[in-house]
């Protein structure tokens, strides 16, 4: 069974640039999450979608982040104008049901390392 | 507002020596705290914990969480260098949406 895949694996921009990218859950996961990992911190939530429904974007830091996911099945995420302090790894994760639901567990993608110049 | 704090940040090993990484949480509305191990790229799941005071045991890991003093520990016992990784501990949010992490335990294991 494939797991989580993300798309690119880096991504080098310059400031102000825009860049999209792509998360591909495990097939069948409804819930589907973003996280990002800024270099000395931890990774940190971003938002939550149920299907194509985002039920929590609590952890989005602008407006200049817009998430997408039609038709519930892979993601987007996409940064329009890129900063500088937009770089670190963008992690992607899946889940069938909620993890404090049913004891299941939330599988990640091997992230996207966005650097911006 | 909820947290989790991890230490050490890094540890260096030799093979063979045992392990105890901490964890300690605050968080609104406890739920479940979970341990992840990351070689390159991907975490990979490890344990979920949700009861005090019941060991989780995989192989030479094993984790054990205290809800009274709010931490866990995850043990690494005979370490080998394939140990090593950066561990991390997250709790679910208060919502149960989402997961709230440390910064993570670097473990470098030398032969």
């Known amino acids: 069974e494939a797991g989580v895949t993300q798309f690119p694996s880096h991504s080098v921009i310059e400031k102000g640039q825009t860049v999209t990218l792509r998360c591909d859950p495990i097939s069948g996961h409804d819930n589907l999450y973003w996280y990002r990992r800024v270099m000395g911190k931890e990774i940190k939530f971003l938002l939550h979608?149920?299907?194509?429904?985002?039920?929590?974007e609590s952890g989005m830091p602008n407006n200049r982040f817009l998430a997408e996911r039609t038709g519930g099945t892979y993601s987007t995420l996409k940064v329009q104008p890129a900063e500088l302090e937009d770089s670190g790894v963008y992690f992607c994760a899946s889940s069938q049901d909620l993890v404090p639901v049913s004891n299941t567990e939330a599988f990640f993608g091997q992230g996207t390392r966005l650097t911006v110049v | 507002e909820d947290k989790v704090v991890q230490s050490p940040l890094s540890l260096v090993v030799h093979e063979g020596d045992t392990v105890t990484l901490n964890c300690s949480y605050e968080v609104t509305n406890f739920r479940s705290l979970l341990w992840y191990k990351q070689e390159k790229k991907a975490p990979t799941f490890l344990f979920m914990l949700?009861?005090?005071?019941i060991e989780k045991k995989s192989g030479r890991l094993s984790s054990i969480l205290d809800k009274k003093e709010l931490f866990s520990i995850l043990n690494i016992t005979a370490t080998q260098t394939g140990d090593s990784a950066v561990y991390l501990c997250a709790v679910v949010n208060q919502a149960g949406t989402a997961l709230i992490f440390g910064k993570g335990t670097t473990l470098s294991v030398s032969s």
């Open positions: 979608f149920v299907k194509e429904s985002k039920q929590d």
């Open positions: 949700t009861s005090s005071g």
